[in-house]
């Protein structure tokens, strides 16, 4: 069902900023357990769609990616994927050993060049980078970088009892605060001149997408707001992982206007290639034209 993808990732231009891709892994998710109301007759239904599914009908392929926002002067990295070495009970997820941050380097961005690491959300495949093991310990992996988490986000979780949480907690968040390179923000915090984070609740309480500006052009980074393009067309299609699928529908209606309206190029954290495009409203939701 999984597989391993080490294809470069994509870059794109914002005015002078770059967007780079870092990919760890690709997946491919059973659409009926991870976003049930994608019936088959639904997709069939709609023809721009079609790079994006799998030759396998009953999966979505999905694309596990940091994306790192270069503006010549800030260096951001957005979600830190899954991480190495990491005990996950939860398929695909378990003591991963990839070449990601070799790759980080090859593209450019060592993990010293790190200026600032915002995680989308605190759900285990976009936290997981924020640490790695060194001599059994876990440590910062970006030693000079401010991490940024959504005040609201980190209240939510650090309440939850679930072992998948406090794993994830244990060895890819308590570690960031203990270093005292953590910042606790709100949803629309400004992290550089050109880069700024814009609420987008719903997947989860705290959830935020990451807003590029540069020479009057517009991209954003949407992290889980959505999870599959299908999403952009059907909005109320949910993902079971969305703790309140309603709000998260709500705000997938407001943004995509706002985004369209905007001429925003949307970066699809987890949208296989290829992954951005701009919005164009249609009778029941918005096409991605790549
Ligand atoms: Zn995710």
Redesign the pocket.
């Known amino acids: 069902m999984s597989g391993r993808d080490l294809a470069t990732g994509l870059s794109w231009t914002v005015g002078s900023t770059k967007v780079t891709s870092i990919v760890e892994q690709d997946l491919w998710w059973r659409i009926e357990r991870f976003l049930p109301d994608a019936k088959p007759e639904v997709v069939a239904s709609i023809p721009w769609i079609e790079p994006f599914l799998d030759d396998d009908p009953s999966v979505f392929p999905l694309r596990?990616q940091a994306l790192i926002i270069d503006t010549g002067t800030h260096v951001a990295l957005v979600?830190t994927c899954v991480g190495n070495d990491k005990p996950r009970d939860f398929w695909s997820f378990d003591q991963l050993a990839t070449s990601f941050l070799d790759e980080m380097t090859a593209a450019g961005y060592p993990p010293e060049g790190v200026d600032s690491v915002v995680c989308t959300h605190l759900?285990v495949?976009?936290v997981g980078w924020n640490t790695n093991l060194v001599d059994g310990e876990w440590l910062p992996t970006f030693p000079n970088a401010r991490y940024l988490f959504g005040s609201d986000e980190y209240n939510y979780w650090v309440r939850q009892t679930d072992d998948l949480t406090k794993a994830t907690f244990a060895d890819s968040v308590e570690p960031i605060l203990h270093a005292g390179l953590a910042d606790f923000v709100p949803g629309d915090h400004v992290i550089a001149d050109g880069i700024r984070l814009q609420p987008t609740v719903g997947h989860t309480p705290g959830h935020v997408s990451v807003r590029i500006e540069s020479e009057g052009q517009h991209a954003v980074i949407i992290?889980?707001m959505s999870?599959h393009p299908i999403q952009l067309q059907r909005p109320e299609i949910f993902s079971t992982?969305d703790v309140d699928p309603a709000q998260a529908t709500a705000t997938r209606r407001t943004r995509f206007a706002e985004w369209e309206a905007d001429s925003v190029l949307v970066i699809g954290?987890?949208f296989a290639p290829p992954t951005a495009g701009h919005l164009r409203s249609t009778d029941d939701g918005w096409q991605l034209i790549s």
């Open positions: 596990v979600d759900h495949d976009h992290g889980d999870h992982a954290t987890h």
